[in-house]
């Protein structure tokens, strides 16, 4: 990991820390995972957002403000709002990507949940991610939750990422074998 991404992921570990620990101790889990929701939702859709907050030319003042403004709208909880605020004053909103996935990591220890980024050729119906969890519960041992991607170029089958495990039953990869295999007989 570089230099940059380590102190980044520093910061937004102990920011996640404080967070967690005031919101379990207040048992407003559930509204952080809400906030979180919101948060991740703005983050993926809104570019002037991002740019708020990555963007050196803004002011910490000027971050402040908006930041306020951007968690009351968002109608946010006083926790995430008041730390958001404080990240501004210090310069830190930078960070808050890599903050919204120790949350979310965070939460799912407490819950005692793992998430299974799953890659399909085509997008699994519902009942499908369900036996999909089902089956992986019994391996894991923990609550499985789908984090669902489809990418076509699998052909078929599909690519199942469950912590630093990975499973790949795609056709590509499949191919992709044979075609080593034939490459060292000939």
Do not use: C, H, W
Not at 5 to 12: D, L, Q, Y
Not at 60 to 77: E, P
Not at 105 to 122: C, H, L, P, S
Not at 159 to 164: A, D, H, N, R, Y
């Amino acid at each position: 990991m570089s230099e940059p991404a380590s102190i980044s992921g520093g910061i937004a570990a102990r920011y996640a820390k404080a967070i967690f620990d005031l919101a379990k101790e207040d048992k407003q889990l559930k509204a952080l995972e809400g906030d979180l929701d919101a948060l991740e939702a703005t983050l993926a859709e809104n570019a002037e957002f991002r740019d708020l907050i990555s963007s050196p030319v803004y002011s910490r003042d000027d971050q402040g403000k908006a930041i306020s403004a951007i968690a009351a709208k968002m109608g946010l909880s006083t926790l995430v709002a008041n730390s958001l605020a404080l990240m501004a004053s210090k310069r830190r909103l930078f960070v808050l990507p890599q903050l919204a996935a120790a949350l979310r990591g965070m939460i799912a220890d407490e819950k005692g949940e793992v998430t299974a980024e799953v890659t399909a050729a085509k997008a699994l119906t519902k009942d499908q991610q369900n036996k999909l969890a089902a089956s992986l519960k019994s391996s894991v041992g923990k609550d499985v939750k789908i984090s669902m991607a489809v990418d076509e170029s699998l052909i078929g089958g599909l690519i199942v990422k469950v912590g630093s495990k990975m499973i790949d039953t795609s056709i590509r990869s499949k191919l992709a074998a044979l075609q080593n295999t034939m490459k060292e007989v000939g």
